[in-house]
């Protein structure tokens, strides 16, 4: 999937000689956290979110530093958070020359994109318009239309069996033959021993996602390397 599939075409937008009041009003009325910012001849300066309203002079929340740092962070500093706490207009207070990507981005790049510059929403840009939005919520919708819907038929014990060795198999995290499955009426067990603590949550998610199963009990004993001490599957402390 690319950025096109899953982004919002229809952008609220604001302008950079808007207030505040003006931009926040639009945000809480169309239920969102971010606007783009376009300017006369339609081409984006900058982008503001709910982030950008957190430090306000009107809600007594501008930022409070010690004498000792703001004497390293300098005047300039001091004027510019000054300016985001007490400017009025969304030019004064948005973040400018947002970070845009292509209608063709993939989605693994977009969530990169994201991670990297730190954000939630990036602007989609065509030939220097416009044309969209990708949020961290056009993300969850794109996930939950992915995502396999219940089914009343299932496959087999022997077929989910199979299906869940196989998933273990490709993983480069697999603990290999140390572990084994067993499947009886759509409920699995998995029986083994682990070095590392943290594949016994992937072996669960991995036996959990396979169509048909009905729930997961944990009997795999992990073996602390450096002292040897064996500890008990989740299931079997619970039995004890």
């Not at 937008?13 to 969102?32: G, K």
């Not at 499955?181 to 759509?186: K, Q, S, T």
């Not at 169509?211 to 390397?225: L, R």
């Amino acid at each position: 999937m690319k950025a096109a599939d899953v982004m919002t075409a229809t952008v609220v937008l604001t302008r950079p000689d808007a207030s505040v009041r003006e931009a926040a009003q639009l945000m809480l009325q169309n239920r969102i956290s971010g606007l783009p910012v376009l300017d006369s001849e339609q081409r984006l300066v900058g982008i503001v979110t709910e982030g950008d309203f957190l430090r306000r002079g009107e809600t007594g929340t501008v930022r409070r530093r010690p004498r000792w740092l703001e004497f390293l962070l300098g005047p300039g500093k001091l004027a510019e958070d000054y300016v985001r706490a007490y400017g009025r207009k969304i030019e004064e207070i948005m973040t400018p020359d947002p970070v845009c990507i292509p209608p063709d981005m993939p989605l693994e790049e977009v969530v990169r994109t994201m991670e990297r510059h730190r954000v939630k929403r990036l602007p989609v840009v065509q030939d220097g318009r416009l044309i969209g939005i990708v949020s961290r919520a056009n993300l969850v919708q794109a996930l939950v239309s992915l995502l396999p819907e219940t089914s009343d038929s299932r496959p087999g014990d022997a077929e989910i069996r199979r299906r869940i060795l196989a998933e273990i198999e490709r993983r480069p995290w697999s603990p290999g033959n140390l572990v084994n499955v067993v499947v009886r009426d759509g409920i699995v067990e998995l029986w083994g021993t682990i070095f590392d603590e943290r594949e016994r949550q992937a072996l669960k998610v991995a036996a959990e996602n396979v169509p048909g199963v009905k729930a997961v009990k944990d009997h795999i004993a992990w073996v602390e390397p450096l002292s040897g001490t064996v500890f008990e599957g989740e299931d079997d402390k619970q039995a004890s």
